[in-house]
């Protein structure tokens, strides 16, 4: 009886490892569902500016807040999650001056992906940050946002930056 109630212990407390080891994301999934992420939501329709600077409107989530506005800046923060979202309307949306200047200055990408629809030029780079955290970097045209996270946040974090890019009206 006594083996009995040990080995059903240790039969629950290896079901509980299995289940809650198991649950985490892997790096190649976060990265696939960024991608996917970004596809879906470069196609998507913009979101209406609820917001508005000197320079632009844009739309603003509910589960964000406003840090800092400069002339062309934004930053934001859900949380410790800082998101840094940079305006250029010299920038057309067929620009890809931002893109290459991102390519260029981050190395050893784990996903670098270009898209062009309807005439409107996008990128997403995602790159190792620190331990843990990744640098994600979307673009289109002028637009960009940037932001540290990990890998259980990444594909959200690649959806806000595109709600939040593609509102921006000037």
């Known amino acids: 009886m006594k083996l009995k109630l040990v080995l059903l212990n240790l ?5 509980v490892i299995l289940i809650t080891g198991c649950g985490g ?13 970004f596809e879906t939501g470069v196609v998507a329709e913009p979101q209406a500016p609820n917001e508005q ?6 739309y603003l989530p509910s589960t964000l807040s406003l840090e800092e506005v400069s002339e062309n800046n934004l930053i934001l923060s859900k949380g410790n999650q800082l998101y ?8 057309t949306k067929t620009s890809q001056v931002n893109y290459e200047q991102d390519k260029v200055l981050e190395e050893n990408t784990l996903l670098l992906e270009t898209l062009e629809v309807d005439g409107a030029f996008s990128y997403i780079i995602v790159s190792p940050f620190e ?3 990744y640098k994600v970097i979307v673009g289109i045209g002028g637009e960009k ?3 540290i996270t990990d890998l259980e946040n990444l594909k959200d974090s690649v959806d806000t930056m595109l709600e939040i890019i593609k509102s921006i009206n000037y």
């Open 84 to 91: 840094l979202v940079f305006s250029n309307p010299a920038e």
């Open 145 to 147: 946002g940037t932001t």
């Open 131 to 133: 331990e843990d955290e």
């Open 53 to 58: 600077t000197d320079m632009f409107s844009y």
């Open 11 to 15: 039969s629950i407390l290896l079901a």
């Open 25 to 37: 994301i892997t790096k190649e999934q976060a990265i696939e569902s960024a991608k996917e992420a």
